[in-house]
Each structure stands twice: as structure tokens, then as C-alpha cells.
């Protein structure tokens, strides 16, 4: 009976280190899952960090070239007003009219002596 017995522990002793071993692998293949993890969200969150500074490095740059934009159009402190750039343009067309006025005369007299 004592060797029955000694079987029966023998194989549960087997079965338990067949099962820790199966338990061990199971736990590395976890702990590689977990590294990739880690390695892509570092991999993720340097590339955010890049995208991130690369709209700010835009954004400074668009702003940049608004505050130019706006020094050469004389848009903002000390510019043009809005009614100095209408009064330009009605200026223009009557000066326009007039030249064009101007012309026509210019013809229709060159014309009667030729």
C-alpha cells in the first residue's frame, strides 16, 4: 500500500511541476507582452512629443508670418484704416473716369481732323 501511495503523491508532485512549468511560461510570455506594451506606448509618446512640438514650431511660424503679413498690408497699430483703403479705391475709379473720359475725347477730336 505504501508504494500505491507513494505513486500517487509521485504523480501529483508530477503533475503540480508539469503545471508550475506551464504557469512559468504563461508568465514569460505575459512579461513580453507587457515590455512590447511599454515599447510601443514610449515608442507612441516620443511621437506625440515630436508631432506636439512640430504644430507649436507652426503655429509660432504662422503667427510670425501674420505679424509680417500684417506690417506690409499696414494692417493693425499705426496701418491703414479701413476708410483710407476705401477712399484709395473710389480714387482710383475716378481717376480712372476721368482718364478714361479723357481718351475718349482725345479721339473723337483726332478723328474729326484726320
Known sequence: MSSSRDRVEDTYEAQ???RLDELHSKIRTLRGVTTDIN???E????MLDD???RFNSFGASLSQ??????AAFGIGNGGLK???VALFVVGFFL???VVRKLFSLWNSSSGTTG
Open 16 to 18: 503540480n511541476d508539469q
Open 39 to 41: 515599447n510601443d506606448v
Open 43 to 46: 515608442r507612441q509618446n516620443l
Open 51 to 53: 508631432t506636439g512640438d
Open 65 to 70: 508670418s501674420a505679424r509680417r503679413a500684417g
Open 82 to 84: 479701413t476708410w483710407r
Open 95 to 97: 481717376a480712372f473716369l
